[in-house]
């Protein structure tokens, strides 16, 4: 696939400065290499749940060169986390949305506050702002409207960023793109700056004149707003499983991904949260059982079992 056509799922901005650690971790003390060790057992217990990345022709890993990211090399990376003066993930919604839309905003504020065991505050709408020429363009299809991504990343989310902010991601219904060689994206986010920005414009299947089905919607919402803000909290792309910070290319490669973590990216995200993973599963199994999922809520269930019948057996 041409880079010109390449889809990105998240990835980090060109030409954004990395700040300066939070905190060393490449020597964790004693209690904080006994909770990683405690993690690593953890994680063991849900590798069932997954699948190994299988790569088909066109999907992101075949046409992207990475490497991916162990918990271990997480733990040693000095990523981005929430502070105790910054631990609200804000969400900040940029045009004018339709009833689905506004629905799936709402309902991913209430998914990322059980996934990332944070405050998560859903601000009021706000127009796009004045865009430079040189940060918009139209494309053919139907005279399209597109933002760049640096737009939102470096000219307008740094002015919003509230100090209490762990990240602040914005939710826009504009079409974006990241550079002029690419079509468009889906989002994109920076590994140390706390903000990131994702498009609803393209995952409902209404611009392009197709049957809109809100349960898509808010899948692939949910998807991409979680992968972005783990970006924000330094995670990588993840190679090893079918996982939910696995890079995609497509809408069709999106759909295939699961809605959680997996083993590697759960115990990163358990470690940079302080967030018991049997907690966690069983928070993330009470949304989807309060809206009417119960296959989802059933995942979630096992998985939180699997997770204490291994520490009960330690």
């Known amino acids: 696939m041409k880079a010109s056509i390449v889809l990105l799922f998240a990835l980090l901005a060109a030409g954004c400065s990395l700040q300066e650690p939070l905190a060393d971790n490449a020597n964790l003390p004693a209690k904080e290499d006994k909770r990683s060790e405690r993690l690593s057992r953890q994680k063991e217990a849900v590798v069932r749940f997954f699948r190994p990345m299988a790569v088909q022709e066109g999907d992101w890993l075949d046409t992207q060169k990475e490497p991916g990211e162990t918990f271990e090399e997480y733990l040693a990376s000095n990523p981005t986390l929430p502070t105790p003066a910054r631990r609200t993930i804000y969400i900040q919604p940029i045009g004018k949305f339709t009833g689905e839309q506004k629905r799936a905003m709402a309902l991913t504020a209430e998914y990322m506050k059980a996934f990332y065991n944070l405050p998560v505050k859903l601000n009021a709408e706000i127009p796009l702002g004045n865009v430079p020429p040189d940060k918009?363009?139209?494309i053919e299809y139907k005279n399209n409207l597109q933002i760049r991504t640096a737009y939102f990343l470096d000219d307008l989310l740094p002015k919003l960023l509230p100090n209490d902010a762990a990240a602040l991601i914005a939710f826009t219904n504009y079409d974006l793109y990241p550079g002029d060689t690419w079509s468009f994206v889906f989002g994109q986010a920076t590994f140390s700056e706390r903000v990131g920005v994702y498009s609803l414009y393209r995952l409902s299947n209404i611009a392009f004149g197709r049957d809109n089905d809100k349960d898509r919607l808010l899948t692939r919402a949910l998807k991409i707003a979680m992968h972005e803000t783990g970006h924000m909290f330094s995670m990588k792309h993840c190679t090893k499983y079918e996982c939910l910070m696995s890079g995609t290319n497509h809408l069709d490669e999106t759909d295939r991904r699961p809605l959680d973590d997996c083993p590697e990216c759960m115990a990163k995200l358990a470690w940079a949260m302080h967030y018991d993973p049997v907690?966690?599963?069983?928070?993330?199994?009470?949304?989807?059982?309060?809206?009417?999922?119960?296959?989802?809520?059933?995942?979630?269930?096992?998985k939180a079992k699997a997770v204490k019948g291994v520490e009960a057996a330690s």
């Open 279 to 302: 907690e966690r599963y069983n928070a993330l199994a009470a949304f989807w059982e309060k809206n009417g999922r119960a296959a989802e809520a059933k995942i979630f269930r096992e």
């Open 136 to 138: 918009q363009r139209k």
